[in-house]
């Protein structure tokens, strides 16, 4: 079945550091998610993303599904982007509506 | 807008005891709807999905099910709880239909079995 990774799994910056998170998938999916889970476990939709480039704020991703891959970018980090991200890839084959899920890049800011 | 609500918010229980949480989502008709688990805060585990009232499917044998009474409620329960049902359980949405479309989260119920 379909593999999704994801580097680097762990990852500490200083405040206002720039980074960039990676998520690979082994086959062709119908679409990407990326999530941030709080320290308090809520997963917050970050990006809904089948090809192309989002950004939102500091925040920006772009999927190349041809290649499959994403990247996830976080620019001038700040302590509250602490926690772990996830990315998630959709896979489609009749009714069965999955998302496969990445283990994860944990994100500690340091002030 | 949408909305998914889960409780309870935390949940301690004896091996051995029942379990039953529940999940609604508002604002939509006809969601698809997930329950996952993750334990040790990494990697979500599917373990149901349901396209419609009474259509329910399983993704992993275990000690749990799951229900579909309404169209926008979905229920996990276990008769007999393990020490290895511990874990988060998260519940999910998304827009009926095909192709995949975004899934949202609730909270999460945090379950511990002692």
């Known amino acids: 079945g379909i593999q999704v990774e994801q580097s680097p799994p762990d990852l500490i910056l200083q405040e206002g550091a720039n980074s960039t998170l990676r998520c690979n998938f082994s086959?062709?999916?119908?679409?990407l998610q990326w999530f941030h889970q709080n320290p308090w476990g809520q997963l917050i939709n970050l990006f809904y993303?089948?090809?192309?480039?989002k950004q939102n704020g500091r925040l920006s991703a772009t999927t190349v599904a041809t290649e499959r891959y994403s990247l996830l970018y976080i620019s001038s980090s700040q302590t509250t982007d602490s926690g772990v991200y996830f990315c998630?890839?959709?896979?489609?084959?009749?009714?069965?509506?999955?998302?496969?899920w990445g283990l994860g890049t944990s994100l500690a800011v340091n002030p | 807008s949408q909305t998914i609500h889960q409780w309870p918010a935390t949940l301690v229980q004896p091996v051995g005891s029942p379990l039953s949480l529940e999940c609604t989502v508002e604002?939509?008709?006809?969601?698809?709807l997930y329950w996952y688990r993750q334990a040790a805060g990494r990697g979500l585990q599917l373990l149901f999905y349901?396209?419609?009232?009474?259509?329910i499917s399983s993704e992993v044998p275990q000690n749990l099910s799951a229900s579909r009474p309404q169209d926008r409620q979905f229920i996990l329960s276990s008769k007999k709880l393990l020490l290895s049902d511990s874990g988060f359980y998260l519940c999910?949405?998304?827009?009926?239909?095909?192709?995949?479309?975004?899934?949202?989260f609730g909270p999460g119920t945090r379950l511990t079995v002692l």
């Open positions: 999910a949405w998304s827009v009926g239909g095909n192709p995949p479309d975004e899934q949202f």
């Open positions: 604002g939509t008709s006809n969601p698809n």
């Open positions: 349901s396209v419609g009232i009474g259509q």
């Open positions: 086959d062709s999916v119908n679409n």
């Open positions: 993303i089948p090809s192309g480039t």
């Open positions: 998630a890839a959709c896979l489609n084959a009749g009714n069965n509506r999955k998302l496969i």
